[in-house]
């Protein structure tokens, strides 16, 4: 009996410690967990970190470097495009000597010289054929060239009863200009010389046609889309638009690597000419709905008969007014050789072959009294004679569209 509280004592003491540990299993088995957890946290957690870390600041690398390579790359091509652009349009001025016909070799057809303002520039024109009143020709020239360049078609049109103005295009011979600027200048001096002669009481009252080589061939027919009111136009081995001509250039140069220089190209020239660098020939003479002849030859190295040019575009003209001529005669379906006759390119040709041989001579350095005198042996009447087929087609063209006012 003496015992019997010992037991209870011990049994009661024995039922709390199971039921202490029933209860505090759960308990130690959390511990257990989250210590674990912190071992793990404690143990892994920072490197985990370090290699998030490590992983965002490679990726950034990695950013920074080609966003720096895609600024290099563009500035870089940005200067080459603006160089390489820049220098094919120098100013050009008026040669000292020529193999063309001058001024000076045709006296007796009087010209007066007037001025009108394009931008910034002061151009320098030229009327020829005053008090004839069959019509206006309005002469736009190529580039590099000048109104002299294409004397012998103004002395054609006005010996065809016809007044002519002609002028020097920004850049040109005796217009100011510190360059030519780029491909879409020459519709933008056109405009400015029709704005000029809209504002002439003198010249106003004719009808104007307007007749234009390459350059001057994009400028007559993108200037259409100005609404000056023409009665006709005659576009030689014109481009369809600015930066079609330039694009084309540039894949002749760069070859593929043209597409990713592009953008580059777009910039500098929307820098130069804004939406200018835009105005398409094509769209010009759909929207002027006027008679409109369009030339080209299939053998074109300069602007390509199934590239750039006005000609290739046909399928996009809907004007019903247009007529296209296709010369594919052998030699005289260049870029300019249909113009001449082909007495006048063999001509041409051997005056070439003996100028390279004087130049071979003097190792390049032709002596100014030399050249100047092999100068003045060269028949530029002959060098410069005018197909009359050719000359009498747009003629003939002109002349319906002024039957037809």
Request: with cysteine; glycine share 8%; aromatic share 10%.
């Amino acid at each position: 009996m003496g015992f019997h509280p010992i037991v209870n004592i011990s049994h009661e003491m024995e039922e709390h410690i199971v039921e202490e540990s029933l209860i505090s299993q759960p308990r130690r088995w959390s511990e257990r967990r989250t210590l674990n957890y912190m071992r793990k946290a404690i143990s892994s957690g920072p490197r985990s970190g370090r290699r998030f870390s490590a992983g965002r600041r490679r990726g950034r690398i990695v950013l920074i470097t080609l966003l720096v390579v895609v600024i290099l790359f563009s500035v870089g091509s940005f200067i080459s495009v603006k160089s390489l652009h820049d220098k094919n349009f120098q100013r050009s001025d008026r040669p000292q000597f020529s193999k063309y016909l001058r001024y000076d070799d045709a006296p007796e057809y009087n010209k007066k010289i007037v001025q009108f303002k394009s931008g910034k520039n002061t151009l320098t024109g030229y009327l020829y054929g005053e008090g004839n009143d069959k019509g206006l020709v309005v002469i736009a020239h190529g580039l590099g060239a000048g109104a002299e360049t294409y004397l012998p078609e103004a002395i054609y049109f006005v010996d065809q009863g016809g007044t002519v103005f002609a002028y020097d295009c920004t850049g040109n011979h005796a217009s100011e200009g510190e360059s030519m600027v780029g491909l879409a200048q020459s519709m933008l001096d056109l405009n400015a010389a029709l704005a000029y002669i809209e504002d002439s009481d003198d010249l106003n009252r004719l009808p104007i046609m307007l007749f234009g080589h390459s350059w001057g061939g994009y400028a007559v027919a993108g200037v259409l889309n100005y609404g000056h009111p023409i009665t006709a136009v005659a576009s030689v081995a014109g481009y369809n638009s600015p930066m079609e001509m330039m694009f084309e250039e540039a894949k002749t140069i760069m070859g593929s690597f043209a597409y990713v220089e592009y953008p580059i190209m777009w910039l500098y020239q929307t820098s130069l000419f804004g939406k200018n660098a835009w105005v398409s020939a094509v769209n010009g003479i759909n929207k002027a709905r006027i008679p409109v002849m369009i030339i080209h030859g299939t053998q074109d190295n300069t602007i390509s008969y199934t590239g750039a040019s006005i000609i290739a575009h046909r399928d996009e003209i809907t004007n019903p007014k247009v007529v296209y001529k296709t010369c594919t005669k052998e030699g005289l379906n260049g870029h300019s050789s249909m113009f001449f006759t082909e007495a006048a390119l063999k001509y041409r040709a051997e005056i070439n072959r003996q100028l390279r041989e004087l130049e071979t001579s003097y190792n390049g350095n032709v002596p100014e009294d030399v050249l100047d005198a092999f100068s003045e042996g060269i028949n530029r009447f002959q060098m410069s004679e005018l197909d009359p087929e050719f000359m009498g087609e747009i003629n003939e063209f002109f002349e319906k569209a002024l039957g037809s006012m």
